[in-house]
């Protein structure tokens, strides 16, 4: 997949299809239930409809009132309901009780529930058990694939990162694999397909067989996706643990990005309301910034106001008919792009406030040991000043935060025992819960575990300082690997050589991933080393023009995943990747279904999938090395995730 220069990469299919299937799909599902009906839907699923269908388009398909799936009842007085849920059983439950009532209260109505993206086994266990299984009727929503913006697909299941990783439900496999084939159908067949991880390598057999039973769809047909990637989250933890400093990480981890929009509330709009923002390539200012590294975001912004600036000045030595035409013409994307430069203007000063806020001075000795720092940039305060902002107290240190936030001491383990002490400091002053699992987490996966005297201690302040309740999330991430304590390497090795003399091949193969999953390591001293992911630089890394994707941590640190990418598609195989892949837990493989063609432009097209959630700091990097390769990412994610939203998930707080 290497490519001589910079070519230009191809470009991308037009996913626009997908959300017309699924508004479609929709809509005959809703007509089978004819007449004026209510429509109860999940509080997950609320945003996702939004972009696929909105409330005008269900008011012409007779649905009269709309309600959400809660806690308390809702009184509809509509003689048909429908529920559109994910599957889940307290879904299942929550409908039965209001068909149980009615039936006590003797009231007949129609039930109708739409299960996304699929229905599951359980469902109709419960539908039996509250007596109900004849009352109501149900259909699937294969709603599997929203695409959040040109290049990114997401199938909106957060929970497929605890539900497979943590409690090893496989139920979502097949969602995945059926997603795929949708994809292969209508924009495949993909030539070449790639994976790393357990989960990966599930998905793919069970999608080779959907490919089997549906063969001769795509044949013959020129494909505009060639190759496909499958990643599981558990491949890298590293990555998702650090601090994002790309704009649109910065704006995930502060706003908290939901199904492709942001509540901009009153600190970033300065006035009295919140503002919903689509973010997405149709923003002309978000688009030019969203992959930049945010010390260099001011000084676009800067120049973007300037230019503004400019075309509205234009106006003054205008005739009639040329104020005529420029009203008509120009006025209306002028003030939309005065609005939106407003907004991330906004958003980068209350980004600036509240890190400076989290002394992150201190977050930076913890997170790579170097105190002194560039003073910020200079298009820093004219930026502010557009909207009047007060600039932070301490500017210059959230540019040094900016310039270097990568746990770099970590990643490259100086000044160990430093950050140990800062973490403990974190844990007893009751900063964040969250940031100091972030923390340990990070500390124990590059450290390969904790000594178990730090173990000890730091889980005994975590404790008392959070709560005994978090036991079970240490437990968790214990089980994960996310957080452990080290052992002496052979002893595990010797007890499974042991057991597996005295069984059959077959059975030692299984044993052996038993132990594997018992005594899992995160290696990545040893990865970091074979995949150069901590750049040499000599002097300052300039992370206007960067020269690899480390730009998306400042320089310090290439992401893993985005690194086997690379090198995977640069040798077309795991040739010379072996020592990697062992360090990684194995479960690599390839497989061909089409021959290439040279001549066509699909081949530098890739579809990334992570299974477990993908960052935006991996997506801007695969970005970064699709211009410079003329390679097309596409990325398709289990759900976006974070640092914050990944422990959230681990975090147990039942008594």
């Known amino acids: 997949m290497a490519s001589p220069g910079h070519r230009d990469a191809p470009e991308l299919p037009d996913f626009s299809l997908l959300k017309r299937l699924a508004r479609d799909q929709l809509v005959y599902l809703l007509e089978q239930l004819p007449g004026k009906k209510d429509l109860f839907i999940e509080a997950d699923l609320m945003s996702p409809l939004d972009r696929i269908a909105n409330v005008s388009i269900l008011k012409q398909h007779e649905v009269d009132k709309l309600y959400k799936v809660e806690s308390k009842p809702a009184h509809s007085t509509s003689d048909q309901l429908c529920f559109l849920v994910r599957p889940r059983i307290k879904n299942v439950k929550y409908v039965a009780g209001i068909v149980n009532a009615d039936k006590a209260a003797g009231r007949a109505r129609k039930y109708k529930i739409i299960f996304s993206p699929q229905k599951f086994y359980t469902c109709e266990m419960v539908l039996e058990e509250e007596g109900i299984y004849g009352d109501v009727t149900w259909d699937e929503w294969s709603f599997y694939l929203l695409p959040l913006d040109d290049d990114i697909i997401s199938m909106e299941l957060p929970e497929f990162f605890r539900d497979y990783f943590l409690e090893g439900d496989q139920r979502w496999i097949s969602t995945v694999a059926q997603a795929l084939q949708l994809l292969n159908s209508l924009f495949g067949p993909f030539m070449k397909t790639y994976g790393i991880g357990r989960c990966a390598k599930m998905v793919h057999e069970l999608w080779c067989k959907l490919v089997e039973e549906s063969e001769g769809e795509s044949v013959g047909r020129k494909p505009e996706i060639g190759h496909l990637f499958l990643v599981d989250r558990d491949v890298d933890y590293v990555t998702a643990l650090c601090s994002q400093v790309v704009y649109e990480g910065l704006v995930d981890d502060t706003f908290r990005i939901k199904c492709g929009s942001v509540d901009f509330g009153p600190d970033v709009t300065s006035s009295d309301r919140s503002i919903k923002v689509l973010l997405n390539a149709q923003d002309k200012v ?32 205008m005739d009639i008919k040329q104020m005529k035409t420029f009203v008509s013409q120009e006025l209306k994307g002028l003030k939309q792009e005065h609005r939106l430069l407003s907004l991330h203007i906004g958003a980068c000063e209350s980004i600036m406030k509240k890190k400076t806020k989290q002394d992150f001075q201190e977050l930076l000795k913890a997170e790579h040991g170097k105190r002194n720092g560039p003073r910020p940039p200079s298009c820093l305060q004219p930026c502010l000043a557009l909207q009047n902002a007060q600039v932070p107290s301490s500017p210059w240190q959230l540019s040094l935060f900016l310039k270097k936030t990568c746990s770099a001491s970590l990643l490259e383990g100086f000044n160990v025992r430093e950050s ?22 990070l500390m124990s996966m590059t450290e390969n575990g904790l000594a178990p005297k730090d173990y000890r201690s730091l889980k005994t302040q975590y404790l008392q300082s959070y709560g005994p309740e978090h036991l079970l999330t240490f437990h968790n991430l214990k089980h994960l690997g996310l957080l452990t304590e080290q052992v002496p390497g052979e002893t595990l090795t010797a007890v499974e050589s042991k057991v597996s003399k005295l069984v059959t091949d077959r059975a030692a193969g299984k044993i052996s991933d038993a132990f594997s999953s018992l005594a899992r390591k995160s290696n990545f001293r040893g990865i970091s080393k074979k995949l150069g992911l901590i750049p040499r630089v000599d002097g300052e890394y300039d992370l206007k023009v960067p020269r690899d994707m480390a730009y998306v941590f400042s320089g310090a640190y290439v992401p893993l995943s985005c ?93």
């Open 286 to 317: 978000f688009s030019k910034i969203r992959n930049e590294h945010f010390s260099s975001v001011f000084g676009f912004l800067s120049e973007k106001a300037r230019n503004l600036q400019a075309q509205y000045d234009r106006r003054r030595g």
């Open 563 to 655: 690194k086997i990418i690379e090198q995977v598609l640069e040798r077309r195989s795991w040739l010379g990747l072996e020592e990697v892949v062992r360090l990684l837990g194995g479960n690599e493989f390839t497989a061909a279904a089409v021959e290439e063609n040279p001549a066509w432009d699909s081949q530098r097209v890739v579809l990334v999938v992570f299974l477990g959630g993908c960052t935006f700091s991996e997506i801007s990097a695969l970005r970064f090395l699709g211009k410079e390769r003329g390679i097309t990412f596409i990325f398709l994610t289990t759900a976006i995730t974070n640092s914050a939203r990944l422990l959230e998930s681990m975090v147990e707080t039942r008594a």
């Open 420 to 441: 140990l002490g800062f973490i403990e400091e974190h844990i007893d002053r009751q900063v964040s819960p969250i940031e100091s699992l972030r923390m340990l987490c």
